[in-house]
C-alpha cells in the first residue's frame, strides 16, 4: 500500500525566509503532484513531476523529485503572505496508468508579516 | 485545462438521507474520479468512476453506500447514501486525459449532516 508523507504539518514563516517542505513515499512511483489549497477553496495545481532530477520552479515555488530516494521537495524562497495556504503533494500509485493519487497529510503554511 | 464544475457547491442534509453530487467538465475526459476531505484532513480517494460501466472503489467505501454514475465522458454522479454525522465532508471529482499528467479538481461539494 502506498503511504505519503508530509512534513512539516505546519510550517509558520517570515516574510522574507526560505524553507522546504518534503514529501516522502513508500513505493515506486514516477509521477507526483504538488498542490495548493487556500481555506474553503478547491485544489489548484501547482506542478507536476514526471521523472527522476525533474525540477520545476514558478514564482517562489520550486518543486524536485528524486524517485530514487522517494522524496519531493517544494521550496519556498522569500516568502510573501499571499502564499499562505495548504500545501498538498500527492502521487500516482504505481502499477499501470490508472492515474489515482494517494496524498500526504498536508501543510499548512502561514507567511507571517 | 479542464473547466470542473459541481453541483450542489453545500448543502445541508438529515441523517437518513441521500444527496447527489453532480460533476460537469466542459471537454470529454478520459478518466473521472471521486474524492473524500474530511474535516482538516487530506484527500482520499473514493472511486474512479468508469463510462459506462461499474465505477471501481477504493478500499473501505461501497457501491451501497457510494453509487456512482458516469452516462458519458464529461457528467458524473456521486451519491451518499443513508447519510451520519460522519459523512459530513468535501467531495470532490478529478479528471483527467489519457497522456496528459494533469489531474484537475471540482470547487467541491460541502456537505454537513446533521
Known amino acids: 500500500e502506498l503511504k505519503v508523507e508530509q512534513n512539516p504539518l505546519f510550517l509558520s514563516m517570515q516574510e522574507g525566509k526560505n524553507y522546504t517542505i518534503y514529501c516522502n513515499y513508500s513505493t515506486t512511483s514516477d509521477r507526483l503532484y504538488w498542490y495548493r489549497q487556500d481555506p474553503g477553496k478547491s485544489l489548484e495545481s501547482l506542478f507536476v513531476l514526471l521523472s527522476n532530477g525533474a525540477v520545476k520552479q514558478e514564482g517562489r515555488l520550486m518543486a524536485s523529485l528524486d524517485t530514487k530516494a522517494r522524496l519531493s521537495t517544494l521550496h519556498i524562497t522569500a516568502a510573501v503572505h499571499d502564499l499562505s495556504a495548504t500545501y498538498f503533494c500527492a502521487v500516482e500509485n504505481s502499477g499501470g496508468s490508472n492515474y489515482k493519487l494517494t496524498f500526504g497529510k498536508g501543510t499548512l503554511l502561514t507567511v507571517n508579516p | 485545462s479542464a473547466v470542473i464544475s459541481q453541483k450542489p457547491s453545500r448543502d445541508i442534509c438529515q441523517r437518513g438521507t441521500s444527496l447527489t453530487i453532480q460533476c460537469q467538465v466542459d471537454?470529454?475526459?478520459?478518466?473521472m474520479f471521486w474524492y473524500r476531505q474530511q474535516p482538516g484532513q487530506s484527500l482520499t480517494l473514493i472511486a474512479t468512476a468508469n463510462q459506462g460501466s461499474e465505477a471501481t472503489y477504493e478500499s473501505g467505501f461501497v457501491i451501497d453506500k457510494f453509487p456512482i454514475s458516469r452516462p458519458n465522458l464529461t457528467f458524473s454522479t456521486l451519491t451518499v447514501s443513508n447519510m451520519s454525522p460522519e459523512d459530513s465532508s468535501i467531495y470532490l471529482c478529478?479528471?483527467?486525459?489519457?497522456?496528459?499528467?494533469?489531474?484537475?479538481f471540482g470547487p467541491g461539494t460541502r456537505l454537513t449532516v446533521t
Open positions: 478529478s479528471v483527467t486525459g489519457t497522456g496528459v499528467y494533469e489531474q484537475y
Open positions: 471537454s470529454q475526459v478520459t478518466m
